[in-house]
């Protein structure tokens, strides 16, 4: 963990850097004696941890994380407990140490910022699972207004026609302001293939292929030549 | 009066010599500085800032194991926000100990 330390006195600064060499795997990155140094080093630094006394003049420790955007895990160090309450206002504060610091005591603060980062780091790969497995299902698109879900399974055919595209699928037809290159960005290619220059289809869907053309449910759409070889390198051929 | 010991500091520094002397090193500096800006705020009747400097030279008092002061300096500091000083004598007692006490360490 890469950490900063911020208190106006040097003895506490000292005995938290003291403290941190403790623990192997705590980096200290810089230390500071006002709020407004160590803002200036967020600014262009990554930091997973701050180390923040309550009491500085001028510009307290909630001042300090009231002004940054996203602040990172906080450790709060004070030699009054009547913060506390105030503390728990804040998500990024994960601990709350009184004067003067003990080593047990600073262990147990590291390990709680441990797992605040870790349940960060946790929550933020399982939203992008998430995300990307509802990527790999649906698409929605914009008509008149409203964003419509088409699953991708229930589509069959995507057909381009000046600005617009008609897509096709078990339900309903829904006409779209698009073009194929854009939509077949989004398309998963383990179902769709481009098929002729104005021809998306789900390959899952076709019936029979003849010559160059495919049969999709009742349309039958023609296979350019140049996209034919692909089609047929991904058909299950006996 | 509990007297200023160092027994907070050996058992931080598990025996590093080097970091016992850096902090008391920086103790001898900081303190009288600490002291100064208390008295100064004190003399200008500013109670609200002396009140912030003893909160600072609270963690001083803790520093040097004098659990008895550090109470005293917890009712001291709510007392200035108050502008009450009934308790400013026994803090300058506590002050003056200290002061004597660090004076003496040898680096």
């Known amino acids: ?238 | 009066m509990e007297h200023p010991n160092l027994d907070y500091i050996k058992a931080l520094s598990a025996g590093e010599t080097a970091f016992e002397k850096e902090l008391i090193r920086i103790i001898k500096t900081e303190l009288p500085k600490e002291i100064d800006t208390y008295e100064s705020q004190l003399k200008e009747g500013d109670f609200l800032s002396a009140a912030q400097s003893v909160h600072k030279l609270k963690h001083k008092i803790s520093i040097l194991g004098m659990t008895w002061a550090y109470d005293l300096a917890v009712k001291y500091e709510e007392d200035l926000k108050k502008s009450q000083t009934r308790l400013e004598q026994s803090f300058k007692d506590v002050l003056q100990l200290m002061s004597r006490f660090v004076n003496e360490l040898n680096l």
């Not at chain 1, 701050?50 to 004070?78: A, R, Y």
């Not at chain 1, 229930?154 to 699928?169: S, V």
């Open chain 1, 1 to 238: 963990m890469k950490c900063i330390i911020i208190d106006d006195e040097a003895a506490a600064r000292a005995i938290l850097e003291h403290l941190c060499e403790q623990v192997p795997d705590l980096e200290i990155l810089e230390s500071f004696p006002n709020a407004i140094e160590g803002i200036k080093f967020l600014n262009k630094n990554d930091v997973d941890l701050i180390f923040l006394d309550i009491h500085m003049p001028d510009f307290t420790g909630f001042d300090f994380i009231d002004t940054i955007n996203n602040p990172p895990k906080v450790v709060l160090t004070t030699s009054d407990k009547n913060y506390a309450v105030d503390a728990f206002e804040y998500d990024c504060i994960v601990d709350y140490m009184v004067k003067p610091l003990t080593l047990p005591r600073f262990l147990k603060a590291v390990q709680k910022a441990e797992a605040a980062l870790r349940l960060n780091i946790t929550g933020q790969s399982s939203k992008a699972e998430d995300a990307s497995s509802s990527q790999e299902k649906e698409l929605y698109v914009n008509i008149d207004r409203r964003l419509i879900k088409i699953d991708f399974e229930k589509i069959y055919l995507i057909e381009a026609k000046g600005d617009y595209i008609f897509i096709k699928t078990e339900d309903s037809n829904y006409t779209v302001h698009s073009t194929l290159k854009k939509i077949q960005e989004k398309l998963p290619d383990s179902l769709f293939l481009k098929v002729h220059r104005s021809y998306i289809i789900n390959f899952k869907k076709i019936i029979d292929i003849e010559d160059n053309s495919v049969l999709i449910a009742k349309d039958v759409i023609p296979i350019s030549r140049s996209n034919r070889p692909e089609l047929m390198r991904r058909l299950n051929l006996l």
